[in-house]
């Protein structure tokens, strides 16, 4: 690809992110996500620090305005607006004490990208601004990661814990979809099954009306995910009060792998600005890259999430694998086994890698959301952790494939890792501002 190219492509994507900013944060997409993402916005503040540093900082300053006020970061926050009064019903932030006043939010949080997306913007400053913008950043940071740990790492095991899919970010992603078909049906759902009555709650859902439904997750996933809702809910997202009564928490393989990244870019933030981190926090931050070897499986030779109840591994293959690259915690030996996996033709090395799912797993399906289709922000991780171990040719190949798969199929939510082709939402904010990231490393 030419420079031109290269610019012409930049050109396009700007525009994407220009068409879905609301002010001082940015839409995922226009009609289908019409609310703030937590790490949406961190994804796309990583492309506008090369465009606009100050709408950069505000699009990741305007994600505290949701903070609540025991730390948690929520993984939405909504618009204000009669016509989405049902959004905010379904999630009644209102009833946990800890919510803000000010703003609708969900109850639940996503992936803490928060860090390395301050530290991204931090790069594009000069000292003495860096400084300054780590500081304004730096006690929400540590609030956040404190929360992390006490609410979702109850049993000090170094790993956290989520509660819903959702926040994972992957959202029915294959582990998690066994989780609940085993420990999260209620009964009236079991029975909508049987008798097929789930085609009712196409009129509730905003996402097949954008998008073809194959390429969404079925009625019925959506319903028992809703009734996973309906729980936390009813213990006002107590953490606490929500384990007593549930089997179903995940060790999550892709939350744990970022956090543990984004422990190590907040004590970067910490030490610039000379700042003590809690000893308690940095104690929680080592145990943390220890943690992550529980979730290693000898047998089969890669990590997988882990049932926080049962203990038990949850054998299924997916993106997630690979994402321990990106933790920076794992040996040279084992981060040369996943790179192995990566290349394997039958599973993540496909014509438009990598896929979500792999090829060879009976869940692999190229049309649907996160069980086969590959996604810009997975890649971004990976390709930060190819380049974390020195695989500096694999995560350059990488880089060059996604960019001539956006070339070729424009700016979607995710597509199709056979043939390329564009799915789910077209002119997908993290999808642009991602890709104007690699096309930025690949000039400098
Ligand atoms: C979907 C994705 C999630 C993302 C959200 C908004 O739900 O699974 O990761 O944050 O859309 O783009």
Redo the contacts with the bound molecule.
């Keep these: 690809m030419s420079d031109s190219q290269n610019k012409d492509l930049e050109k396009q994507l700007v525009e994407v992110l220009r068409q879905n900013d609301r002010g001082s944060w940015t839409v ?2 226009a009609d289908l ?1 019409p609310h703030q ?1 937590l ?2 916005s961190c994804f796309i503040a990583v492309g506008l620090r090369h465009i606009d540093i100050v709408r950069a900082q505000k699009e990741l300053t305007s994600l505290l305005r949701g903070q609540w006020s025991n730390g948690m970061l929520p ?1 939405m926050i909504f618009v204000a607006g009669k016509e989405y009064s049902r959004d905010r019903e379904i999630w009644r932030s209102y009833l946990s004490p800890y919510s803000p006043n000010s703003v609708a939010t969900s109850g639940i949080t ?1 992936p803490p990208m928060l860090a390395e997306a301050v530290m991204a913007v931090g790069e594009k400053l000069n000292k003495t601004e860096r400084r300054s913008w780590y500081r304004k950043m730096y006690q929400p940071l540590v609030r956040y990661h404190e929360w992390l740990y006490t609410e979702r790492d109850p049993h000090n095991e170094g790993l956290v814990i989520n509660l819903h899919p ?1 926040e994972t ?3 029915n992603s294959p582990p998690w979809i066994s989780e609940l078909r085993k420990h999260s049906m209620p009964w009236w759902l079991i029975g909508f099954e049987r008798l097929h009555l789930d085609g009712v709650v196409n009129m509730f859902r905003r996402d097949t009306r954008h998008v073809p439904p194959g390429q969404r997750m079925s009625n019925i996933e959506a319903l028992a995910y809703w009734a996973a809702l309906r729980r936390l809910r009813r213990k006002a997202y107590n953490s606490e009060a929500i384990l007593s009564r549930s089997l179903f928490a995940v060790q999550d393989l892709t939350f744990n792998s970022i956090l543990i990244r984004a422990n190590d870019c907040l004590s970067t933030i910490a030490a610039e600005i000379k700042a003590e981190l809690p000893e308690e926090l940095v104690t929680k931050f080592d145990n943390s890259r220890k943690a992550l070897d529980q979730l290693w499986d000898d047998q089969e030779g890669q990590y997988f999430s882990r049932s926080f109840v049962s203990h038990k591994l949850i054998e299924e293959e997916t993106i997630a694998t690979l994402m321990p690259l990106y933790s920076g915690a794992v040996t040279r030996e084992r981060a040369a086994r996943l790179v192995d996996i990566m290349k394997k033709r039958r599973r993540f090395s496909l014509s438009w890698p990598l896929p979500s799912v792999p090829l060879n797993s009976h869940h692999f399906d190229p049309y649907k ?2 069980q086969g289709p590959t996604w810009v922000n997975t890649n971004w991780l990976v390709i930060k952790g190819l380049e974390r171990y020195g695989y500096l040719e694999e995560a350059k190949a990488l880089k060059d494939r996604t960019i001539e798969l956006i070339e070729k199929s424009g700016p979607s ?1 995710y597509f199709n890792p056979l043939s390329g082709e564009p799915e789910g939402a077209p002119n ?1 904010s ?1 999808t642009a501002a991602l890709t104007i990231d690699l096309l930025r490393q690949r000039n400098h």
Excluded: K, R
Aim: no cysteine; glycine share 6%.
């Design positions: 995922p997409a996500y993402w790490w949406d993984n996503q959702y970010g992957l959202d959301y996160w939510e997908f993290w």
